[in-house]
């Protein structure tokens, strides 16, 4: 089978790309979280660009999605299981790159200056 056919990398792509990143770990604290809240805890992502990442992550199992029934309409937005185990390795790797920023500017530093 050809990478550029394989079903996980666009799997791969969904929670990798910039805004499934934000996402899934604004979402990790386990909190059902609001469309409205989400958009203003990521600030400057689009109304667009977040619909399009939260229904992409939600028809790969990540994201559920619970409207409820009042005037005006009400949905919330929480992780699957599959989608903790997902965020849990993006948070991890987070915490990594944070713990070793030091250690990359320096390198970016020695790199830009040769």
Sequence with gaps: ???????????????TSKWGVLVLQALFDGASWRFSDLRRELEVVSEKML??????LERDGFVHREVH?????????????????????????ASWIAANQPEVTQAQEHYDGS
């Design 1 to 15: 089978m050809q990478v550029t056919t394989c079903p996980e990398r666009a799997v791969m792509e969904h929670v």
């Design 69 to 93: 029934p009042v005037i005006p309409p009400h949905v919330e937005y929480t992780l699957t299981p599959l989608g903790k185990g997902a965020a849990s390795h993006l948070v991890a790797l």
């Design 51 to 56: 619909t399009q990442t939260l229904r992409t």
